[in-house]
């Protein structure tokens, strides 16, 4: 695969987000001095991550096809490490590891080559059956369940649903590839937009908790405000960037807000479970990789499989 994605019409969004990042970075420093608070650094921490995000991505999407997967890959071999780094695992599986992350290049090969009917049963069928084996070999039976299902669970949220990411690349076909680079940008777009929408509505109207016990700051309000914002960006971008219709560009944006929300709040159950606030600190001042993609997790194999059925 040797395709340049970039189209003139992916190259006017790409400038349209640098155009409202440098007008928020610039509205976030006015604010700072002149209505200092904590809501305002917490934005001004979230448009630096978006900016440190848009430039990886962006060099990994115009300077070549096969770069893209590969930034791809690396993305969800950080994010499994880092996963990885938080669960306490016996001594005596962490052999089982290995064969997790064997789980990447694989994967990453048969969307490189379109094999779509191997790629979506070789995670969930095939690495399923066949991480217990390594701990079934070494024979410890203490936490044997918890191992295990700690590595199936984060193949599954970290490779299986990530890489679907990169699968819409090749999607469309490689004489048409340059319609799946408009469907990353335009799913990776939303996604982030809806997190940026669902905290600032959330700061701003927030009153009803929506589910205190897992995330006390997410509130109806935000929920729906963000859900609402992004459903009116998906109708904007779509036409550039997609070859969906008014109804599904909708539906997508409506599609997109929701399961957001839902991989997010299912990160933040997993870092209260285990007492933390952030994943890790590699990206200064706003957590880890997990704190950054937790809503793609979902958001990613869902509007594939949506894209997929009505599109392709």
């Not at 400038?15 to 604010?31: E, H, N, Q, R």
């Not at 094999?115 to 039976?141: D, H, K, N, R, S």
Request: glycine share 8%; hydrophobic share 55%.
């Amino acid at each position: 695969m040797n395709i340049n994605l970039i189209t003139d019409e992916v190259l006017y969004v790409l400038i349209g987000i640098i155009a409202v990042l440098v007008i928020s970075s610039v509205i976030t420093a006015v604010l700072k001095r002149t209505k200092p608070s904590p809501t305002v650094d917490e934005v001004g921490l979230r448009i630096r991550s978006w900016w440190m995000m848009f430039i990886i991505f962006t060099i990994a999407l115009v300077i070549h096809s096969t770069i893209s997967l590969i930034f791809m890959a690396l993305l969800c071999f950080l994010a499994l490490k880092e996963y990885f780094s938080l669960i306490p695992f016996n001594r005596s599986h962490r052999l089982v590891l290995f064969w997790a992350y064997m789980a990447i290049p694989i994967q990453f090969l048969l969307i490189y080559s379109g094999w779509y009917g191997l790629f979506i049963v070789f995670i969930p069928v095939y690495m399923f059956l066949l991480i217990p084996i390594q701990a079934i070999i070494v024979g410890e039976t203490k936490n044997f369940l918890h191992s295990i299902a700690s590595v199936q669970w984060g193949v599954m949220l970290m490779v299986f649903g990530l890489s679907h990411l990169a699968f819409l690349l090749v999607l469309p076909g490689q004489e048409n590839s340059v319609i799946g680079a408009g469907l990353v940008l335009f799913l990776v777009v939303l996604t982030q937009a809806n997190d940026v929408a669902q905290f600032i509505w959330g700061k701003m109207l927030g009153r009803h908790k929506i589910i205190p016990k897992v995330s006390p700051n997410k509130t109806w309000e935000g929920f729906i405000g963000g859900v609402l914002t992004t459903t009116l960006l998906a109708v904007l971008l779509a036409p550039l960037i997609t070859p969906f219709s008014l109804t599904a560009s909708i539906i997508a944006g409506l599609y997109i807000g929701i399961t957001g929300f839902i991989g997010d709040v299912n990160i933040s159950a997993l870092k209260r479970d285990l007492n933390i606030k952030d994943t890790s600190a590699i990206i200064p001042g706003h957590g880890g990789i997990l704190d950054r993609v937790d809503s793609l997790t979902y958001t990613a194999p869902l509007f594939f499989h949506f894209t997929r059925y009505f599109y392709f």
